[in-house]
């Protein structure tokens, strides 16, 4: 099985940032960015253009913000490393959309398992702050808790970043 690392963390809390050196310590022939946000208002917007232009040329970005497992099982080799960032917006597309979230976070630990070549998967902890007061923001952190674990639990790292700093879990 290829290396799956699991890279955990707070909103700004630098994750992303170290994704992106972890993945290009593999030193793939391509580095492949997959994308799952989508562009809903002029914050996100900008969110995204920091992302790309940090990431600059060197990385080929996909956007799949549904079809992560299609995608991941087309695109990943041997020769390349990949990037996805991250899985909770890629849950709340899916949330949204009133998709069966279960089967679709088991579809997605299915292709991992079969992986080729290494892939960096970042995502929000997003359990450790107060009880949300509306049903969705409390089913999406549990749906959010719940992958997290089916992923960490078939990755060969996991990682938790806060404050920019990474500390290895696994």
């Known amino acids: 099985m290829a290396p799956i690392i699991f890279v955990l963390g707070g909103a700004r809390s630098g994750k992303s940032r170290f ?6 310590a593999f030193a793939a022939e391509e580095n492949i960015y997959v994308a799952t ?3 809903r208002d002029a914050e996100m917007e900008g969110r ?3 992302h790309r232009s940090r990431r600059g040329t060197e990385w080929r970005t996909i956007e799949a913000p549904y079809h992560l497992a299609e995608t991941l099982a087309a695109e990943a080799r041997d020769d390349r490393a990949v990037l996805v960032d991250c899985l909770t917006l890629w849950l709340t597309n899916h949330l949204l959309a ?5 089967a679709q976070s088991d579809d997605l630990v ?4 079969t992986m080729r070549g290494p892939i960096v998967l970042v995502s ?8 949300p007061d509306n049903a969705l923001a409390r ?3 549990d749906e959010a808790g719940r992958l997290n674990q089916k992923i960490a639990a078939i990755a060969s790292e996991a990682w938790f970043v806060a404050a920019g700093l990474p500390l290895r879990l696994k």
């Open 98 to 102: 009133e998709a069966d979230l279960e």
């Open 139 to 141: 089913r999406f952190r």
């Open 37 to 39: 946000a989508e562009c």
């Open 124 to 131: 929000n902890e997003v359990g450790l702050s107060i009880v």
């Open 19 to 24: 994704a992106e050196e972890r993945t290009r």
């Open 110 to 113: 299915s292709v991992l398992a």
């Open 48 to 50: 995204i253009a920091l």
